[in-house]
């Protein structure tokens, strides 16, 4: 299905000058948009072109007052581009789509009216789509089609497949980081973010912002507040999971049909 022009709210983003952190779907873009929104001590004002009432789980520092805003974004760099945005603004965060596909069968939201609405609709077509949507295997069906294909649907703005995707961005002037070389060196692949906003941030604040935004402090505050959504929306932010969760058969196609792209990434076969 096209992108509906007609769900952006480009006034969302006329109020603040806004800087997008953008990702594929469970590429760690979550956790990126909320360290770069503390660096800069502006708000995570919501996801990218998302009415006011949409829920972002990302959202947070409210009472941060910046003329800045970040803003999430799942968008390729064809559709980011039909917002006024400079891409010296923009940050994109790069996952190996093995462990993207592992976090995507357990964590991404699956609705069985958007995949077979003529089934789900009658009362036994319903009763069997939730038998199936229950199982991993078929989840892992249907997220390997929005990993390969970019077959998803239209609320989750995916058109391209993960390395249509990943290209699209690469050599562009947006800021590329590695999910992976963010978790061995936060401070070196952090402290890349104000230079390419053109801002100046001092050394010690990006390493009070690493610490500060840590997959266990993070976790345990949501915890502590009682904010479970929150909570278990962040795993436990592991490197490479596939090689210990993922089948060699599928882990074999994924790197397959990626390999150019993960190839020029350093991302290595089994």
Avoid at 170 to 187: A, H, N
Wanted: aromatic share 14%; charged share 35%; glycine share 6%.
């Amino acid at each position: 299905m096209p992108f509906n022009l007609g769900w952006i709210m480009q006034a969302d983003v006329r109020n603040l000058e806004a800087i997008v952190v953008g990702g594929f779907p469970k590429s760690g873009c979550t956790w990126l948009t909320r360290m770069v929104a503390d660096l800069v001590e502006c708000p995570v004002v919501n996801f990218l072109g998302a009415k006011n009432d949409y829920h972002e789980i990302a959202r947070e520092g409210e009472s941060r007052h910046s003329r800045f805003g970040c803003y999430k974004s799942h968008f390729d760099l064809d559709q980011l581009d039909r917002w006024p945005i400079r891409r010296s603004r923009v940050v994109y965060i790069i996952r190996d789509p093995r462990s993207i596909f592992l976090s995507g069968i357990d964590h991404f939201e699956f609705k069985a009216v958007e995949f077979f609405p003529r089934i789900a609709y009658t009362r036994n077509g319903r009763k069997f789509v939730d038998f199936l949507f229950k199982k991993r295997f078929f989840r892992g069906f249907l997220f390997e089609r929005i990993l390969m294909k970019g077959k998803a649907p239209p609320r989750f703005s995916i058109t391209k497949s993960w390395d249509e995707h990943v290209l699209s961005f690469l050599d562009s002037g947006v800021l590329c980081l590695q999910y992976e070389k963010l978790l061995d060196d936060p401070f070196e692949q952090l402290r890349l973010v104000p230079s390419h906003l053109e801002m100046e941030i001092e050394d010690n604040r990006v390493e009070e912002v690493i610490d500060r935004q840590s997959f266990s402090k993070r976790k345990k505050e949501f915890e502590e507040k009682g904010d479970h959504r929150r909570a278990s929306f962040l795993r436990e932010g592991a490197r490479d999971p596939w090689r210990n969760q993922m089948g060699a058969k599928r882990s074999d196609r994924v790197f397959s049909r990626f390999k150019p792209v993960m190839k020029r990434l350093g991302y290595e076969a089994c």
